[in-house]
């Protein structure tokens, strides 16, 4: 099955710059190949269940091996069984309405 999930993993006991374990992390979800986009406060990953929930717990293995001798993870899990859709569609979807949106402004002030 295909999930997108929006990870934050945030490692607790390490002070409060925590880049090195998110760039880390960013390195565990290139070497497994799977389509991303890191934000301000998290990761955007897709692909199948069992490959994302992989990542996820080597995302943990390493910021433990880094020395954080504690971790917190949020996620947020999506799946759909109607269709294919990918991080990039959902984006292009909204930038979509936003543009017709625009257009019918710039109309009506015209």
């Known amino acids: 099955m295909k999930v997108m999930v929006d990870l934050c993993v945030v490692p607790l006991g390490v002070g409060v710059s925590v880049g090195a374990y998110v760039s880390a992390c960013q390195d565990v979800i290139e070497q497994a190949g799977l389509s991303h986009q890191m934000h301000a406060y998290g990761t955007n ?3 199948e269940w069992e ?3 992989d990542v996820v717990r080597r995302c943990h293995e390493v910021v433990h091996e ?4 504690r971790i917190t993870t949020s996620m947020r899990i999506g799946t759909r069984t109607d269709r294919e859709q990918s991080m990039s569609d959902k984006i292009e979807s909204v930038q979509a309405i936003r543009q017709r949106e625009q257009g019918g402004l710039s109309d009506s002030e015209g």
């Open 45 to 47: 990953i897709e692909g």
């Open 51 to 53: 490959a994302v929930f």
């Open 66 to 69: 880094m020395g954080a001798p």
